[in-house]
């Protein structure tokens, strides 16, 4: 029974194509999910990683080397572009907004320039 889902999980073959050699396939794929279901194979692992381990079999360092991790094919990199910005609210508003900005930058440096030329020629705005 036991060697028949070692076999399976390390081919990786369908239960349906497990040799006849383990027993009728049925069998042997119950009992693995009862086993899963019931935490027979982790209680069966730590019996075996304590024996091992008090044997000093087993080595606990953990070396993980982070170049074999790949990462998903759509995390390749972000797009080129920048998503399209919404329309506001009226066509054109933003330039208005930055030549209107201009004009009155402009005419507030003209009126200074003017005060410092002439400082009686030019009335104080208020």
């Known amino acids: ?9 390390s081919t990786g073959c369908q ?8 027993g009728p396939w049925q069998t042997v794929h119950n009992r693995h999910m009862l086993w899963s279901a019931d935490g027979t194979w982790e209680r069966l692992l730590q019996r075996v990683q304590a024996i091992a381990d008090a044997a000093g079999e087993v080595d606990w360092n953990v070396n993980i080397d982070s170049t074999s991790i790949r990462a998903h094919q759509h995390a390749a990199g972000a797009p080129k572009n920048p998503p399209p910005r919404p329309p506001s609210a009226s066509k054109g508003a933003t330039q208005r907004s930055l030549h209107l900005h201009a004009h009155v930058r402009l005419l507030l440096f003209l009126v200074e320039a003017a005060r410092q030329a002439k400082p009686s020629a030019v009335p104080v705005a208020g």
């Open 1 to 9: 029974m036991i060697n028949g889902i070692i076999h399976r999980l």
């Open 15 to 22: 239960w349906r194509k497990l040799p006849e050699r383990f």
